[in-house]
Structure formats: structure tokens, C-alpha cells
């Protein structure tokens, strides 16, 4: 039997049928969407968790598309899907309504004259699809207003307004109320506030909002989807009819990722079954309302690469097609607090903080308290428990899975290796190669209450760590574990002329901050016994500083011991 491919990076849900991709059935959104009857429907999920495969379902399941055999085509394109299977009540519904659907994802620009063209070139091309009702425009100022629009000759007045237009129009022609779909809401907002031109991009998004989906006599529903929730006030305004349904909400919990059922029922499809324990442990965590979901995106092509190679160790999808800006600023911007909590959450820990689902991207780092809430409403924290104290909720967070805990490490190592780049190390440096512990003590402590150390009490964590503060050392060679004598040395540091001393590093961990004395000596006695330099004279050396060094969480303790080779 010939398998059906995986849909990695396909989001039409046409194309996805007709070319017998593998479906994980989500068609039941649609039920939920005409048994709750929300007027204007927000939903935030983390980015790549098939939002505009379900966007694109809807306006297949919905549009009349003017083609005589247009509820045929649907009927095809859903035949066997779990909402065929729920009555008349919801199959009567199949191409009945003209849509209006809108990617605003085009708009990631880097400035506000590049994002606005694109945005409007969205909105024209929505105008061409449907240009088969412009000969029944009944005034010639209509025809002309959509002519413009169509062809991108519009004013900033016409295309603030231009869905509602675009909504009345085909309200006229059809003589039916109109779905507006609208992916991506906040990709302009995000990119425009790394961009700089926020500002300009809110104030735009906000009068399209308001025109199209405020008191608007011509509009069925609304859907809308995103990665997070915009402040009412912002963008909203005015909006009574909005429902938000973000991850808290118990409602739609299970149509965004893929639930533990459908991962299994996939797994035995492709004959995968023994990879399941680690997909949970890499892709799974989510908790949205009360389904527990593995990301979708990342699961899909580890399930492919498995197809090709069964033995294919899983990989971080999800880190490259998500922004860190976010998690990249949070390092950057920590506290000691802030540090400590990271350093518990890659640990395996917990954090509990306050929620508000409220967040304007100019305010996220207002406070610790909103960084924290970003980090969990857009999938790189997972909910644990959920409590209520006085008027404020809480809850109890934590790293969601193998995936996401990467990225914050790399996240974590590339800043730490930029700002270890751009600090003047000559004195540290200096104080090695003479041989001064005490002062090289004092500049590698200053470094370590820099760093988020999450293995602390791991001998291999302070390696790495010392490993990328040496590598700016100019003119020196750094090796790592360099079989020497009897064994092999941590960390060798020597510079090609044989006239500067090469220097010997050996480290301990110590369970205690009083042990710290002892660790050093016995760093040296081991260089010593084991003859970590011995080979050191064969290069033409004829002096070494062997260095025994303890570390206990974020404290060091440096001896030096200088040996003449001769």
C-alpha cells in the first residue's frame, strides 16, 4: 500500500485533499463555530499550530463561489469528514455564504511603506477574486471605489474601509450575509514593533477592525487568528461583539494541535508506534482549555523524517519557524530574579505568575510580569495548575517538552557567547598567563553571576562555560580534555610561542560553599599525579601555570601552582 504524504508546510485545505495528503480530521471546528455562534471569533494559538489550515477549511466549507457546481465541489472536498457526519443542520450550511478571507502574514516588512504595500496587495487580490460582482455594482462611484481598490490606485481612506466595502458589495450581490476570515492579525503588529514603526501599523489595523467588524449589517461571523492577544483598547476598540478565545478557554481546545489519540492513530498508520514515548516527550505539553496537545508542525516532520529513516533522532522544527525576539530580550534583559527562575525552569521547575490575557507588544517589557505572559500565551511555557486569589488568577507554569527547552538553551548559549564577545576579558586574560589566582578569581566570579547556569552542580556545565570565555584569548590555542601523562586534562590554554607559558586548568564541582578549599587542592594534586604537563617540554615549553579551579553554583575558587619543566 502506497502511504499518503505528510502535509508538511501545506495550509490550503483544498490542496491538502485533493492531493491525498494525510488529514487529521479537525472538521468538527466547524460545528463548534455554528453551535456557539460567536459574531466575531479571536482565536490566539502559538505560532504553527494549523490556524490557517483551519481559517482555510472554513471558507471551503462556507463559500458559495458563484460556480454552478460549487456545493458539489464541497461535498467532494469533505466527504468522509467527521462534520458530514452531524446532520442536515450543519451540511445544509456547505456553500451558503459569500467569505472575505485575508492573510495579513505578507506584511512582515522591515518598514511601514513595504508592510502597507503588502497589505493593501493582500486586500486587492481579495477585490479580484471576487471581481465577478463589479458589472453588478449599481452606482459608478461603487465601480469606481472598487476598480481602485482592485488595482491598488486607492487612498489610505479607501483601504481603511476597504473590507466593509468589499462586505456590502457582495451583501448586495448575494443578498446573503458575508463571512470575513482574517489569518495572521498580529504579524504586522509584532514585526512593526521590532521594526519601529508600531505606531502607524496599529493605528491602520485598528480602522480596518473597527470599519469591518464593528455594527456591520452585513456580516454573518468573523474568524480570526493569531499568536496573541492584542489589548482590547489598542486595536479592539469599541468591538462588544468580539469573543477571545485563547488557550485558557475550555471551548475549541482540541482543534489546534494534535491530541494524543490522533498522534497515536497516525503513528500506526505510517507503522511508527515505538516512537511515541519520545514524540510526547519532545512535542507534546500543551494545554489548551482542557486538551492536553502536542505542537502539530514539529510532530509532522519528525513523522516524515521517520518514513525516510527509521532511525532519524528527533530535531527542534519549532525553533526554526518561531521568533525568539522575545525569549532573546527576557535573557538580555534579566534580573538576578528573572535569572534564578530561568535557571529553575530549565532545571525541570515551576513559576507562578499572575495571567492577563491583555498584551500590547509596546508593554511587554513594562514588567517582568508581562514577558512571562507573553512567554506563555505564544507555546514556550505550558500551564500546570490554575488558581484563583482574590480578583487575580495564577498559574503555575513550566517548560513544555524536550523541544522548547532547547530552544531556550540555545537561545540562552548564543546570548552568552554575544555578550562574552563584546566585554573586555584583557584583564582576566592577563592575570592567567602571570599567573595572579586572585585576581583571576575575581574576573571569572563577575562572569558567572552573568550567566544562567541550569546544570550548575554539573562538572561539564562549568567546562562549556569556561571553554566559551577562554575563546577570545588572541594568539592562544584552547583544547579540551588534550590527553597528557596519565589521563586527560580539562582544559589546556598555550600560545604557539614557546616563550609564554602554557596554562593547565583542572576543574571540581563542589557540593559545598566550605569545600570549595579542598576541590582546588585536589584540581592540583590530580595535574600533579597524573602528569596533565608532562608532555608540555616534548613542544619546547620549559614553564607551566597549572590552575585548580572549584566551582559551587555561581561562586569560584582559583589556585595557581607555577612548574618549571626544565
Given at each position: 500500500?502506497?502511504?499518503?504524504?505528510?502535509?508538511?508546510?501545506?495550509?490550503?485545505?483544498?490542496?491538502?485533499?485533493?492531493?491525498?495528503?494525510?488529514?487529521?480530521?479537525?472538521?468538527?471546528?466547524?460545528?463548534?463555530?455554528?453551535?456557539?455562534?460567536?459574531?466575531?471569533?479571536?482565536?490566539?494559538r502559538?505560532?504553527?499550530?494549523?490556524?490557517?489550515?483551519?481559517?482555510?477549511?472554513?471558507r471551503?466549507?462556507?463559500?458559495?463561489?458563484?460556480?454552478?457546481?460549487?456545493?458539489?465541489?464541497?461535498?467532494?472536498?469533505?466527504?468522509?469528514?467527521?462534520?458530514?457526519?452531524?446532520?442536515?443542520?450543519?451540511?445544509?450550511e456547505?456553500?451558503?455564504?459569500?467569505?472575505?478571507?485575508?492573510?495579513?502574514?505578507?506584511?512582515?516588512?522591515?518598514?511601514?511603506?513595504?508592510?502597507?504595500?503588502?497589505?493593501?496587495?493582500?486586500?486587492?487580490?481579495?477585490?479580484?477574486?471576487?471581481?465577478?460582482?463589479?458589472?453588478?455594482?449599481?452606482?459608478?462611484?461603487?465601480?469606481?471605489?472598487?476598480?481602485?481598490?482592485?488595482?491598488?490606485?486607492?487612498?489610505?481612506?479607501?483601504?481603511?474601509?476597504?473590507?466593509?466595502?468589499?462586505?456590502?458589495?457582495?451583501?448586495?450581490?448575494?443578498?446573503?450575509?458575508?463571512?470575513?476570515?482574517?489569518?495572521?492579525?498580529?504579524?504586522?503588529?509584532?514585526?512593526?514593533?521590532?521594526?519601529?514603526?508600531?505606531k502607524?501599523?496599529?493605528?491602520?489595523?485598528?480602522?480596518?477592525?473597527?470599519s469591518?467588524?464593528?455594527?456591520?449589517?452585513?456580516?454573518?461571523?468573523?474568524?480570526?487568528?493569531?499568536?496573541?492577544?492584542?489589548?482590547?483598547?489598542?486595536?479592539?476598540?469599541g468591538?462588544?461583539?468580539?469573543?477571545?478565545?485563547?488557550?485558557?478557554?475550555?471551548?475549541?481546545?482540541?482543534?489546534?494541535?494534535?491530541?494524543q489519540?490522533?498522534?497515536?492513530?497516525?503513528?500506526?498508520?505510517?507503522?511508527?508506534?515505538?516512537?511515541?514515548?519520545?514524540?510526547?516527550?519532545?512535542?507534546?505539553?500543551?494545554?489548551?482549555?482542557?486538551?492536553?496537545?502536542?505542537?502539530?508542525?514539529?510532530?509532522?516532520?519528525?513523522?516524515?523524517?521517520?518514513?525516510?529513516?527509521?532511525?532519524?533522532?528527533?530535531?527542534?522544527?519549532?525553533?526554526?519557524?518561531?521568533?525568539?525576539?522575545?525569549i532573546?530580550?527576557?535573557?538580555?534583559?534579566?534580573?538576578?530574579?528573572?535569572?534564578?527562575?530561568?535557571?529553575?525552569?530549565?532545571?525541570?521547575?515551576?513559576?507562578?505568575?499572575?495571567?492577563?490575557?491583555?498584551?500590547?507588544?509596546?508593554?511587554?517589557y513594562?514588567?517582568?510580569?508581562?514577558?512571562?505572559?507573553?512567554?506563555?500565551?505564544?507555546?514556550?511555557?505550558?500551564?500546570?495548575?490554575?488558581?484563583?486569589?482574590?480578583?487575580?488568577?495564577?498559574?503555575?507554569?513550566?517548560?513544555?517538552?524536550?523541544?522548547?527547552?532547547?530552544?531556550?538553551?540555545?537561545?540562552?548559549?548564543?546570548?552568552?557567547?554575544?555578550?562574552?564577545?563584546?566585554?573586555?576579558?584583557?584583564?582576566?586574560?592577563?592575570?592567567?598567563?602571570?599567573?595572579?589566582?586572585?585576581v583571576?578569581?575575581?574576573?571569572?566570579?563577575?562572569?558567572?553571576?552573568?550567566c544562567?547556569?541550569?546544570?550548575?552542580?554539573?562538572?561539564?556545565?562549568?567546562h562549556?562555560?569556561?571553554?566559551?570565555?577562554?575563546?577570545?584569548?588572541?594568539?592562544?590555542?584552547?583544547?579540551?580534555?588534550?590527553?597528557?601523562?596519565?589521563?586527560?586534562?580539562?582544559?589546556?590554554v598555550?600560545?604557539?610561542?614557546?616563550?609564554?607559558?602554557?596554562?593547565?586548568?583542572?576543574?571540581?564541582?563542589?557540593?559545598?560553599?566550605?569545600?570549595?578549599?579542598?576541590?582546588?587542592?585536589?584540581?592540583?594534586?590530580?595535574?600533579?599525579?597524573?602528569?596533565?604537563?608532562?608532555?608540555?617540554?616534548?613542544?619546547?615549553?620549559?614553564?607551566?601555570?597549572?590552575?585548580?579551579?572549584?566551582?559551587?553554583?555561581?561562586?569560584?575558587?582559583?589556585k595557581?601552582?607555577?612548574?618549571?619543566?626544565?
Amino acid at each position: 500500500m502506497t502511504l499518503k504524504p505528510l502535509p508538511v508546510g501545506v495550509d490550503d485545505y483544498k490542496d491538502l485533499i485533493t492531493n491525498n495528503y494525510y488529514y487529521v480530521d479537525k472538521t468538527l471546528f466547524i460545528k463548534d463555530l455554528l453551535d456557539l455562534r460567536g459574531k466575531v471569533n479571536l482565536f490566539t494559538r502559538p505560532r504553527r499550530f494549523g490556524k490557517t489550515l483551519g481559517i482555510s477549511m472554513v471558507r471551503y466549507f462556507f463559500e458559495n463561489t458563484g460556480n454552478a457546481d460549487s456545493n458539489a465541489e464541497s461535498r467532494a472536498l469533505f466527504a468522509g469528514m467527521k462534520i458530514m457526519g452531524q446532520g442536515e443542520r450543519y451540511t445544509q450550511e456547505m456553500s451558503q455564504y459569500p467569505v472575505i478571507s485575508l492573510s495579513l502574514k505578507s506584511s512582515k516588512q522591515p518598514d511601514w511603506e513595504l508592510a502597507y504595500g503588502c497589505l493593501i496587495e493582500e486586500i486587492s487580490r481579495e477585490y479580484l477574486r471576487h471581481s465577478y460582482i463589479f458589472d453588478s455594482l449599481k452606482t459608478q462611484e461603487q465601480r469606481r471605489r472598487y476598480d481602485d481598490i482592485m488595482n491598488q490606485r486607492g487612498g489610505r481612506r479607501d483601504y481603511i474601509t476597504s473590507v466593509r466595502f468589499l462586505a456590502d458589495c457582495l451583501y448586495q450581490y448575494w443578498n446573503h450575509k458575508v463571512i470575513i476570515l482574517i489569518d495572521e492579525y498580529d504579524v504586522p503588529l509584532e514585526n512593526s514593533y521590532f521594526a519601529g514603526f508600531y505606531k502607524e501599523m496599529i493605528d491602520f489595523i485598528r480602522s480596518i477592525f473597527e470599519s469591518a467588524l464593528k455594527t456591520n449589517p452585513s456580516l454573518e461571523f468573523a474568524v480570526i487568528t493569531g499568536c496573541l492577544r492584542i489589548t482590547k483598547e489598542s486595536i479592539f476598540t469599541g468591538l462588544n461583539n468580539l469573543e477571545m478565545i485563547s488557550i485558557l478557554n475550555r471551548s475549541y481546545g482540541e482543534y489546534f494541535g494534535f491530541l494524543q489519540t490522533e498522534i497515536d492513530e497516525m503513528l500506526c498508520y505510517y507503522g511508527l508506534e515505538g516512537q511515541r514515548k519520545l514524540i510526547k516527550e519532545w512535542y507534546n505539553g500543551y494545554l489548551f482549555g482542557n486538551s492536553q496537545v502536542h505542537n502539530p508542525w514539529s510532530v509532522m516532520n519528525y513523522v516524515k523524517a521517520l518514513t525516510v529513516a527509521p532511525d532519524e533522532l528527533p530535531a527542534p522544527y519549532w525553533a526554526n519557524t518561531s521568533s525568539n525576539s522575545i525569549i532573546k530580550s527576557l535573557v538580555e534583559k534579566a534580573d538576578i530574579s528573572v535569572k534564578n527562575e530561568l535557571e529553575d525552569l530549565l532545571a525541570g521547575g515551576t513559576i507562578e505568575k499572575p495571567v492577563h490575557e491583555d498584551i500590547t507588544y509596546d508593554s511587554v517589557y513594562d514588567s517582568e510580569d508581562n514577558l512571562w505572559n507573553f512567554l506563555f500565551f505564544t507555546g514556550y511555557l505550558k500551564q500546570i495548575t490554575r488558581r484563583m486569589e482574590n480578583v487575580t488568577q495564577y498559574i503555575t507554569m513550566m517548560i513544555p517538552n524536550h523541544e522548547v527547552e532547547y530552544i531556550y538553551r540555545n537561545t540562552i548559549t548564543s546570548w552568552f557567547r554575544e555578550e562574552i564577545k563584546e566585554r573586555d576579558l584583557t584583564t582576566m586574560y592577563k592575570a592567567m598567563q602571570a599567573g595572579d589566582a586572585a585576581v583571576f578569581q575575581q574576573e571569572l566570579s563577575k562572569l558567572l553571576l552573568l550567566c544562567i547556569s541550569y546544570m550548575d552542580t554539573k562538572e561539564a556545565f562549568y567546562h562549556g562555560f569556561l571553554i566559551g570565555v577562554l575563546g577570545n584569548m588572541r594568539d592562544y590555542l584552547v583544547k579540551s580534555n588534550r590527553e597528557g601523562g596519565n589521563g586527560r586534562s580539562d582544559i589546556v590554554v598555550r600560545s604557539l610561542d614557546v616563550s609564554c607559558p602554557p596554562m593547565v586548568l583542572e576543574l571540581k564541582v563542589s557540593e559545598t560553599h566550605r569545600g570549595m578549599e579542598e576541590a582546588c587542592d585536589r584540581a592540583l594534586a590530580q595535574t600533579r599525579e597524573k602528569g596533565y604537563d608532562s608532555w608540555l617540554p616534548e613542544e619546547g615549553y620549559t614553564e607551566v601555570w597549572n590552575y585548580g579551579i572549584s566551582f559551587y553554583r555561581k561562586q569560584c575558587r582559583i589556585k595557581a601552582e607555577h612548574r618549571n619543566l626544565l
